[in-house]
Each structure stands twice: as structure tokens, then as C-alpha cells.
């Protein structure tokens, strides 16, 4: 196996027969780029859609409330529903030990100035579980707390941007904002992961909403969290909050749009089910891949040893025993191959960090292939070089020499 003498004549052979070498070669390592780049950027796919998924909670239910689009029990349809402050306790009396947490919120779009600069912001009156949603980090200051709530504090939490906008370079934690011509005190200032857009909105307490819009107890919207470890139960939650909140609020069962809920439990099934199919296609155009690779090998192979078929037969004739034929051929085969393979891999994984996030707005996100799998690729492939190898040169060996030397 060692034998110095029998290196160094794989190693002519493979010099002499360069062209037969870089062919073969580039086959294996062709294989493997296109076999990575594929994985790489599924992968990508699969980031992107994740980082958008979990952009926020990922364990969130989101419950709304329109226009009916049936009559029901004597009622009309064309009703407006609108939730109030009950119902969200209601919900925390009957299914508060099964949700990780219950929180509503109310929406508005007021008139927001400092000084001589004004802007018009999205703001969102909640409580301070909301942060258990949003991810958004704190810069400066603090988020609500109950003691807001309770008081119903003219206090606000602004975005990154609306501080950018309104006070320069300027903190604004401890300066009054004025909305629709009610000064605000701003506690706190956050950034967050979601974009532009969510770094220009504005937290008041809800309660504070509500009695500055005539001490109303009307809610736009309930958020529910459900446990992560049970997600395989919320969507049956789900159906089952929904369905109490329509028999409460005397909504048809199969109405759509006077109450609906959002689940991301749904969500997050629909989305999983679409990257397992990517997944799938992935690895059937990749498994494709290797196989071409493999056939290229085997090809190679059977004509490099037809055409070295005197040359065997010369080896034959001068005693060459079978085995030290099947040994020249296979050890050419399984060097190429892993040599080529390697060369594939470096080259398929510098490309892949070359690409980083640039594909970014194509929605691939940082492309890369497991280890593992690149291992498995490059082990398949030299299993095919072997195999490749093995089965030309097993016919070689058997080559009677006279009829090696009369071939042409």
C-alpha cells in the first residue's frame, strides 16, 4: 500500500494524462460548488423567511373586531362590534392559567410637535406586557409600567426615529411632547429590529387613551400569548377564544369579519410546511447534482481506462499482477475525486460568505451549508470516484495481454 515506487507511478500517470486529470477533476469539484451554492442559498431563504416571522412574539394570538357579515339571534348585519375593557378581563378570568400573557391596545394618529418641529406618528396606547411582543429595545429611561396604568400618567415611549425627528441631537427622556395640544412627558426611547416604521411610533398608557377620548372603555385590538411549548394546542385555544368571544358578543359562529383572530400558531405551521418544501426541492436538485457528478466520474473513468487498455496489457504481459492493476486505477480515481472535491468545497463556501447578506433584497440572507452536509457530499462523491474507479479497472485487469496489444 505504502510502496514508494507504485506513488510515484500514480502520480506520472495522473501527470502525463493532465487533460483526462483536469476533467475529472473539474466534474467532481463543479458538482460539489453547484451541490453547496444550492444548499447556501435554500438556506438563505429559509433565514430570511425566519428573521420576518420572528419579527415579532412568535407566540402571539391577534383578535379584531369589525363589521358583522351576517345577521344573528335578531340582530342585523352590518353591526359594529367593539370590544371594551370587559372583555379583556372576561378572557383573563376563563383562560388566564392557559396564556402566557393578555394585553389589548387602542391605535391613533395624532398631531405630535417639540418646539417649532411637528410630524404625524403612529401611536399605540397599551400596557406594559406589550413588550413582550414588540422587539424593541430600550435606549433610554423606561418602558409603561403599571403605576402608568393605574394613574393614567401622561407619559409616553417613543421610537429611535421620532426623537431623531423631533429633537435632533437632542435626549429627549425628560422633555414634553405635545399630541393633538396635550403635553406628554417622555420617559423612555427604544429602537427596534422591525424597520423604520416601527422605530416611528409612539407607547402611551392605554388608560390614558381611553380617558382622553372621553373616558371611554372601547379597545382596538387583544393579544394573547400562548405558551411556546404549547404550540401544538393553541390553534384548538384559538378556536376556542374566538368562539367564546362570539357567543358573548352575539356574533354569528361562521361570521368572518366581526370577529377574527390571527393566530401565529397557524401562521407558523403554514410557514414551516413552505420551508420543508423548499428544503425538499433543495435536496432533490442537489441529490440530482451529485448524481451528475457521480456519472461524470464514472464516465471519465471507463474511457481513461479504455484507452489505457494497451497499457495494462503491457503491464500484464511483464507480470503486473490483477490487484496491483485494480490498485493503480482505483487509488487515480479516489485522488482525483477527493482532491477535486475539496478544491469544490473551499471554493462553493468562499463564494457563499462572499455573498453574505448582498442577497439580502432578493430574500437570501446569509447563505451557508452545515458541515456535516458538506461532508456527506464529499464523502458520496468519493464513494462514486471509488466505485467509479473499481469497476473499469476490475475489467482492465482481467485484459488477456495479446488481445490488450492488438487493440487500437
Excluded at 332 to 359: A, H, P, Q, R
Amino acid at each position: 500500500m505504502f510502496d514508494i515506487d507504485k506513488w510515484a507511478e500514480i502520480f506520472t500517470s495522473i501527470k502525463k494524462n493532465w487533460l483526462r486529470t483536469i476533467l475529472s477533476g473539474f466534474t467532481v469539484a463543479l458538482g460539489l460548488f453547484i451541490f453547496i451554492t444550492l444548499f447556501g442559498m435554500g438556506n438563505g431563504l429559509k433565514n430570511s423567511f425566519m428573521q420576518e416571522f420572528l419579527k415579532g412574539a412568535a407566540n402571539s394570538m391577534f383578535i379584531y373586531a369589525d363589521i358583522t357579515d351576517r345577521p344573528y339571534n335578531g340582530l342585523q348585519q352590518g353591526r359594529r362590534i367593539q370590544f371594551k375593557n370587559e372583555d379583556v378581563e372576561m378572557i383573563r378570568d376563563k383562560f388566564g392559567d392557559e396564556l402566557q400573557y393578555i394585553t389589548a391596545a387602542s391605535y391613533g394618529n395624532p398631531k405630535v410637535s417639540y418646539g417649532n418641529e411637528t410630524g404625524v406618528y403612529d401611536l399605540r396606547a397599551v400596557d406594559p406586557e406589550r413588550q413582550l411582543i414588540e422587539i424593541n429595545v430600550l435606549q433610554k429611561g423606561r418602558f409603561l409600567n403599571q403605576t402608568d396604568i393605574q394613574n393614567k400618567a401622561k407619559v409616553l415611549v417613543i421610537g429611535r426615529l421620532v426623537e431623531k425627528d423631533l429633537f435632533k441631537n437632542k435626549n429627549a427622556v425628560g422633555n414634553y411632547l405635545n399630541l393633538d395640544g396635550i403635553n406628554y412627558l417622555i420617559v423612555g426611547t427604544f429602537s427596534d429590529e422591525g424597520g423604520d416604521r416601527e422605530e416611528r411610533v409612539i407607547y402611551e398608557p392605554i388608560t390614558t387613551f381611553q380617558q382622553m377620548n372621553g373616558s371611554t372603555q372601547d379597545v382596538s385590538e387583544i393579544i394573547l400569548g400562548y405558551y411556546p411549548e404549547k404550540t401544538s394546542e393553541a390553534e384548538v385555544l384559538g378556536d376556542e377564544i374566538e368562539k367564546y368571544l362570539k357567543a358573548k358578543l352575539q356574533v354569528h359562529p361562521e361570521d368572518k369579519t366581526g370577529i377574527f383572530l390571527r393566530n401565529d400558531a397557524k401562521e407558523a405551521g403554514g410557514t414551516f410546511a413552505f420551508l420543508f418544501v423548499i428544503g425538499i426541492i433543495v435536496f432533490v436538485i442537489g441529490a440530482g447534482t451529485l448524481i451528475a457528478g457521480m456519472m461524470g466520474i464514472f464516465n471519465i473513468m471507463v474511457y481513461s481506462v479504455k484507452e489505457r487498455t494497451k497499457e495494462l496489457g503491457i503491464r500484464k504481459a511483464l507480470g503486473a499482477p490483477p490487484n496491483s492493476i485494480i490498485f493503480l486505477v482505483l487509488t487515480e480515481s479516489v485522488l482525483i475525486t477527493f482532491f477535486s472535491g475539496i478544491v469544490g468545497i473551499v471554493v462553493g463556501v468562499l463564494f457563499l460568505n462572499y455573498l453574505g447578506d448582498k442577497l439580502k433584497d432578493y430574500f437570501i440572507l446569509n447563505p451557508s451549508v452545515d458541515s456535516s452536509l458538506i461532508i456527506f457530499a464529499l464523502f458520496c462523491l468519493v464513494f462514486a470516484g471509488f466505485i467509479a474507479g473499481f469497476i473499469p479497472a476490475r475489467r482492465g485487469s482481467k485484459i488477456k495481454p495479446i488481445e490488450a496489444l492488438r487493440d487500437e
